[in-house]
């Protein structure tokens, strides 16, 4: 087998149908750029919502399950044949959201190994009242040095400082959009009403935003201690512990190992951020099927453009096996045509793919204030680039395969004679 001679036909005959090779090579050009667009894209979508969703909340969350179930003494008597216990206006029992033994439980997991941080809050509901504006949201009340290790919230901050809650034990660090909602900005005063009658005037020394519309909508930041002292507790009392891990994922195993040591109630991030990814898994099969089809689909393009290469180079290949030509002669001359096909559209969709992406990362993106974006998201990869060539190249193997096939079973002493 010549394969000097054989690239030089299969150039020949490339050349001589201009038109039908540079549609062949469009057709693997716009599939290939469509596959990196599409995974670069999607994949970039994902790693902002993982990012965000990790940044924003505890790889492992302790805290007390609030069960409002109370059996009734009558559910715990014998019943007799036929007879029914009812009980009308059961109250539910009072069960407070503390953790039992909280900081002991926090000095002790912060020395096992894997972990990266702990963090202790009390968190309760709570109407922010400034002037005739009352809206609800959420209180946390945080040891600030062990909470900006976790969440880094120096870096969340927009106006102000976080530092000032350690100076000041009336201050409040409120989300940015609750407060342009409360219209405060800093040295402002808020009046803070728990759901039991605590009632405290605090003083806003900063507002934060975490770019996600369900935390800055709503959640506050003051000490530990005032949140404790609004919901008339002690200092012991804790309703959550925050850890953060070395290593995310194996923060559900650890959870679960936390919940039988302490007999305690934790949820892992990827729990609470259940729907982030199922929407992950998703968009990650569209991008596949997607991209996938538009390959298939420039391959039946090129199938198409090889067989009728081989049905309008019947005589040549005819002469070409009289002339000494092998079946594997002309395999390879129409398989190079479709690698040579395959190579140039894959390398000028690769460029193309590249381009539309950048274009893509630069584009301004507004987003309001439900997340912080400022343009598309946008991974680039090599693996991608190399995964798309791949694929674009294997299908035009498989395209002209089949025609080459056909091509190398072709008699010449009856193409000859007819």
């Given at each position: 087998?010549?394969?000097?001679?054989?690239?030089?036909?299969?150039?020949?005959?490339?050349?001589?149908?201009?038109?039908?090779?540079?549609?062949?090579?469009?057709?693997?050009?716009?599939?290939?750029?469509?596959f990196?667009?599409?995974?670069?894209?999607?994949?970039?979508?994902?790693?902002f919502?993982e990012?965000?969703?990790?940044?924003?909340?505890?790889?492992?969350?302790?805290?007390?399950?609030?069960?409002?179930?109370?059996?009734?003494?009558?559910?715990?008597?014998?019943?007799?044949?036929?007879?029914v216990?009812?009980?009308?206006?059961?109250k539910?029992?009072q069960?407070?959201?503390?953790?039992?033994?909280?900081?002991?439980?926090?000095?002790?997991?912060?020395?096992?190994?894997?972990?990266?941080?702990?963090?202790?809050?009390?968190?309760?509901?709570?109407?922010?009242n400034?002037?005739?504006?009352?809206?609800?949201?959420?209180?946390?009340?945080?040891?600030?040095?062990?909470?900006?290790r976790?969440?880094?919230?120096?870096?969340?901050?927009?106006?102000?400082?976080?530092?000032?809650?350690?100076?000041?034990?009336?201050g409040?660090?409120?989300g940015?959009?609750?407060?342009?909602?409360?219209?405060?900005?800093?040295?402002?005063?808020?009046?803070?009403?728990?759901?039991?009658?605590?009632?405290?005037?605090?003083?806003?020394?900063?507002?934060?935003?975490?770019g996600?519309?369900?935390?800055?909508?709503?959640?506050?930041?003051?000490?530990?201690?005032?949140?404790?002292?609004?919901?008339?507790?002690?200092?012991?009392?804790?309703?959550?512990?925050?850890?953060?891990m070395?290593?995310?994922?194996?923060?559900?195993?650890?959870?679960?190992?936390?919940?039988?040591?302490?007999?305690?109630?934790?949820?892992?991030?990827?729990?609470?951020?259940?729907?982030?990814?199922?929407?992950?898994?998703?968009?990650?099969?569209?991008?596949?099927?997607?991209?996938?089809t538009?390959?298939?689909?420039?391959?039946?393009?090129?199938?198409?453009?090889?067989?009728?290469?081989?049905?309008?180079?019947?005589?040549?290949?005819?002469?070409?096996?009289?002339?000494?030509?092998?079946?594997?002669?002309?395999?390879?001359?129409?398989?190079?045509?479709?690698?040579?096909?395959?190579l140039?559209?894959?390398?000028?969709g690769?460029?193309?793919g590249?381009?539309?992406?950048?274009?893509?990362s630069?584009?301004?993106?507004?987003?309001?204030?439900?997340?912080?974006?400022?343009?598309?998201?946008?991974?680039?990869?090599?693996?991608?680039?190399?995964?798309?060539?791949?694929?674009?190249?294997?299908?035009?193997?498989?395209?002209?395969?089949?025609?080459?096939?056909?091509?190398?079973?072709?008699?010449?002493?009856?193409?000859?004679?007819?």
């Open positions: 087998m010549n394969l000097n001679l054989s690239f030089q036909i299969a150039k020949t005959h490339l050349l001589a149908k201009k038109r039908q090779t540079l549609v062949a090579m469009l057709g693997v050009t716009f599939g290939i750029a469509m990196i667009v599409m995974i670069s894209f999607m994949q970039g979508v994902n790693q919502l990012d965000s969703a990790l940044d924003a909340s505890p790889h492992v969350r302790i805290y007390n399950d609030v069960n409002t179930q109370r059996p009734s003494i009558l559910d715990d008597g014998e019943k007799g044949d036929g007879q216990n009812i009980v009308y206006h059961q539910p029992k069960q407070l959201a503390r953790i039992k033994n909280g900081l002991q439980m926090m000095r002790m997991i912060e020395r096992m190994p894997g972990v990266l941080g702990v963090s202790p809050e009390v968190s309760s509901q709570a109407f922010f400034n002037g005739p504006i009352q809206i609800s949201g959420v209180i946390a009340g945080i040891d600030y040095p062990r909470e900006n976790l969440y880094n919230l120096d870096n969340r901050i927009k106006t102000g400082s976080f530092t000032s809650l350690l100076a000041n034990p009336n409040i660090v409120v940015s959009t609750l407060a342009r909602k409360l219209n405060v900005g800093v040295g402002d005063k808020v009046s803070v009403t728990t759901p039991l009658g605590g009632n405290l005037t605090l003083r806003v020394v900063g507002t934060f935003g975490f996600i519309g369900t935390i800055d909508n709503i959640r506050c930041y003051t000490s530990i201690s005032t949140v404790q002292e609004m919901l008339g507790k002690d200092a012991s009392y804790i309703t959550d512990i925050h850890i953060k070395n290593d995310p994922l194996q923060a559900l195993a650890f959870g679960k190992t936390l919940s039988k040591q302490f007999n305690t109630h934790t949820e892992d991030w990827s729990t609470a951020n259940q729907a982030i990814l199922a929407g992950e898994k998703i968009r990650n099969v569209m991008t596949f099927v997607v991209s996938m538009l390959l298939v689909v420039a391959g039946f393009g090129i199938y198409n453009i090889m067989n009728m290469n081989v049905i309008n180079k019947l005589k040549d290949i005819a002469i070409l096996k009289a002339t000494g030509f092998g079946g594997k002669d002309v395999v390879a001359v129409f398989l190079l045509q479709a690698i040579i096909i395959g140039a559209g894959g390398f000028l690769l460029g193309i590249f381009g539309i992406s950048y274009l893509l630069i584009t301004p993106f507004e987003t309001g204030d439900m997340i912080s974006l400022k343009t598309f998201p946008v991974i680039f990869r090599v693996e991608y680039y190399i995964m798309g060539l791949a694929f674009g190249l294997i299908t035009t193997i498989l395209a002209g395969y089949f025609p080459s096939k056909k091509a190398a079973k072709i008699d010449p002493v009856a193409i000859l004679r007819g």
